[in-house]
C-alpha cells in the first residue's frame, strides 16, 4: 500500500468525515468512482427496500452494550418477509424469490467508506459491490438486479477496499435466501421449523467492546477469536421440537474453520451448498465450513427426551499452522500458540438445542431433491486451456497469480470472454518446497526451531472465493498427503454449487465455472478476510 493511501486509510478510520478524504491528493481510483446514485426508471421492482451501515449499541454480553456497525433495512414495496430483523448484530435476513426484481437504496451512515457485496448472487459488475465503489458517509448506492440464483442460503457483507475484515468483524453482515419453484415442491421445513446459523468468532475487551487483532503477524494466520456467535448473540440455545428441521449455516467469521459434528455423533445430513440445494441429501460424520461457506442440514430430532440437549459443536482437527516456534522477537523459545485461547484446530462448542416439546409428525427426509446439471469437460468452451488460480507467498503476504489486488488490474490469464465455460485450476506455486517468490523471510526469522515464519505461512489453508457464477468442483488432489489431512478429509461437500472452496496446504483443486451474462471486473479472492485486506485478492476481467 503507497504511503498516500495508507494515509487515507488511516484518516478515514479516525475521522467522522469520510467524504473529505476524496479531496486528498493522490488517490487514483477514488476519483473515477462511477457510483450509482440514482434508480433506472426503466427498471421495474417486485422488492425494494433501503439498507442503511449505520454505528449501533447492542447488547452482547451482560452489563455494557457493545459498539458494532450494523445493517438495518426497510421494507418500501414487496412481500412483508422480505426483510426478517433478527435480535444480536447482524443485518437483516433479505428473503427473495428467485426472478424477483430487486431494488436496494444502500445508505452509508458510517464514518469510514463502505460498499456492499451479495456474495454469491449473480449480478452485474456495477450490482456487485466492487471495492470501485465504495461511498462515503451521507451518499447512497442503488443496487437493481434480478435474483437469478436458484433456491439457497448466500449473505451480504461489506466489501470496502482494505476494510473488508474490520467492517465485517464490526457487524456488517447478513444472510440472504433465495426461494424457487422446484424447491417449493419439496416441502422443506419452513417458518419455525427453518433455522439460521450464522457463526462467528469474536473477542471482547474487559468492557464488552469488540477487539481486534494486532500485528503483521497475527494476520497472517487471520482474525481468531475466543468467543463463538451464533446469530449474534452468545451462548446461543435453540429451543426445538421431535420432529425435523432446516438449518442454514453460514460462516461469517473472517478466518476460523469449523470442522461441524454433533455432540452425540449423530452423522450430519447435507442437503445444500453455498449455490443451492444437492440432488440428494450426503450424510457425513462431519462437514468443514471454512470462512463464507455455507450449508444447508436437515436434522431430525424425532425420538429424543423432553430437556434433552443436543450441541453443534466444532472437532478437533490438524494442520492448519497454528503454531509458530522460535520467532525472532515473538516467540518465547518453544513455539508460540496463534489465535489466542481458541487456536485454530481446537475443539469448543457452537450451539445447543434443547427439545422442549413432543410433536407426533415430522416430514421425512425427500431422497431426491433438485435436479442439478452436473458440468463435465466436454462443456468446457476450450478444454484445452486452464485458468490459473496460483497461490502464492511474497515477503509478509499472499499472492494469487504472483500478484497482489490493484483496483482495476488483471493478468491475460484473468481475461475471460463472456458466455463461456472455464476450467480453474486453484494450486500452490511452488508447492510445499517454498515458492519461487517464497524466499527471504525463513532464514532470518525461523531462529532453527518450530516451523520458522515460512512454514507456518505455508500451512495456512485458504477458502478461495470467485463473484459470479457459482461453479463445480471437478478434482481434489492433495499432493502432500498426511495425517494432519486425515482429520478434515471427509468433510468437503464437493457434489453441490459453490462459490467458495477451501483449499488446504498442499492441495489442488479443480472448479468448472460458467462465466455468462455479463461482462467487467469480477472478483476472486481469498475470503480469509485479513488475507483479502493485505491483497490476496484479483480480478478477473469477463470480456
Ligand atoms: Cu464474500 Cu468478495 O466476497
Ligand atoms: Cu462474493
Ligand atoms: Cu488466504
Excluded at 473472517?254 to 451448498?273: A, F
Excluded at 440445494?277 to 436437515?298: G, N, Q
Amino acid at each position: 500500500m503507497s504511503h498516500a493511501e495508507l494515509s487515507r486509510r488511516k484518516f478515514l478510520q479516525y475521522t467522522a468525515f469520510g467524504a473529505m478524504a476524496s479531496t486528498l491528493p493522490g488517490l487514483g481510483w477514488t476519483e473515477e468512482r462511477s457510483i450509482n446514485k440514482n434508480p433506472d426508471k426503466n427498471f421495474k421492482p417486485d422488492v425494494e427496500l433501503e439498507l442503511y451501515a449505520q454505528p449501533a449499541e447492542i447488547p452482547i454480553l451482560n452489563g455494557a452494550k457493545t459498539h458494532v456497525f450494523q445493517y438495518t433495512g426497510k421494507l418500501l414495496k414487496g412481500p412483508a418477509d422480505s426483510i426478517k430483523t433478527l435480535p444480536g448484530y447482524l443485518g437483516p435476513i433479505l428473503n427473495f424469490q428467485r426472478g424477483q426484481k430487486v431494488r436496494i437504496f444502500f445508505y452509508n451512515t458510517i464514518s469510514e467508506p463502505v460498499i456492499t457485496h451479495w456474495h454469491g448472487l449473480h449480478v452485474p459488475q456495477k450490482m456487485d459491490g466492487h471495492p470501485m465503489y465504495e461511498i462515503y458517509n451521507g451518499e447512497r448506492y442503488v443496487y437493481e438486479f434480478e435474483i437469478d440464483n436458484p433456491a439457497g442460503t448466500y449473505w451480504y457483507h461489506s466489501h470496502t477496499h482494505d476494510m473488508t475484515a474490520t467492517q465485517v468483524y464490526q457487524g456488517l453482515a447478513g444472510l440472504i435466501t433465495v426461494r424457487d419453484h422446484e424447491e417449493q415442491k419439496l416441502n422443506l421445513p419452513a417458518d419455525d421449523y427453518e433455522i439460521p446459523l450464522v457463526i462467528q468468532d469474536r473477542q471482547f475487551t474487559a468492557g464488552n467492546q469488540l477487539q481486534y487483532l494486532h500485528g503483521m503477524h497475527r494476520r497472517m494466520i487471520g482474525f481468531l477469536g475466543d468467543t463463538i456467535l451464533v446469530n449474534g448473540q452468545v451462548n446461543h440455545m435453540i429451543p426445538v421440537k421431535t420432529r425435523a428441521y432446516r438449518l442454514r449455516l453460514l460462516n461469517g467469521s473472517n478466518s476460523r474453520i469449523y470442522k461441524l459434528g454433533w455432540t452425540d455423533g449423530t452423522p450430519l445430513t447435507v442437503i445444500g451448498t453455498d449455490g443451492g440445494l444437492l440432488e440428494k441429501p450426503e450424510t457425513r460424520p462431519y462437514v468443514i465450513l471454512a470462512p463464507a461457506e455455507r450449508i444447508e442440514l436437515w436434522m431430525d430430532f424425532t425420538g429424543r427426551e423432553i430437556d434433552s440437549e443436543l450441541t453443534l459443536q466444532s472437532l478437533a482437527y490438524k494442520g492448519v499452522g497454528t503454531h509458530m516456534g522460535g520467532m525472532g522477537g515473538m516467540g518465547h523459545g518453544r513455539g508460540r500458540m496463534m489465535g489466542g485461547a481458541l487456536a485454530q484446530g481446537k475443539s469448543f462448542p457452537i450451539v445447543k438445542f434443547r427439545i422442549t416439546e413432543k410433536v407426533s409428525d415430522s416430514p421425512s427426509l425427500p431422497s431426491k431433491l433438485v435436479n442439478m446439471k452436473r458440468l463435465g469437460t466436454s462443456d468446457l468452451t476450450s478444454p484445452e486451456k486452464t485458468v490459473p488460480i496460483a497461490i502464492s507467498m511474497r515477503h509478509m503476504s499472499f499472492q494469487l497469480n504472483g500478484r497482489t489486488f490493484k483496483m482495476y488490474d488483471h493478468l491475460d490469464v484473468e481475461r475471460i470472454p463472456v458466455n463461456t465455460i472455464q476450467k480453474i485450476r486453484i494450486f500452490h506455486d511452488g508447492g510445499m518446497g517454498g515458492g519461487r517468490h517464497g524466499g527471504g523471510m525463513g532464514g532470518g526469522m525461523g531462529g532453527g526451531r518450530g516451523m520458522g515464519m515460512m512454514g507456518m505461512m505455508r500451512s495456512i489453508p485458504h477458502p478461495i472465493h470467485l463473484h459470479g457464477q457459482q461453479f463445480q468442483i471437478l478434482s481434489r488432489k492433495q499432493t502432500k498427503g498426511s495425517s494432519a489431512y486425515d482429520t478434515v478429509k471427509d468433510g468437503f461437500i464437493d457434489s453441490g454449487w459453490k462459490d467458495t472452496v477451501l483449499v488446504m496446504p498442499g492441495e489442488e483443486i479443480e472448479i468448472i465455472k460458467p462465466f455468462h451474462d455479463f461482462t467487467g471486473l469480477f472478483l476472486y479472492h481469498c475470503h480469509n478476510l485479513e488475507h483479502e485486506d493485505m491483497g490476496m485478492m484479483r480480478n478477473f476481467e469477463v470480456y
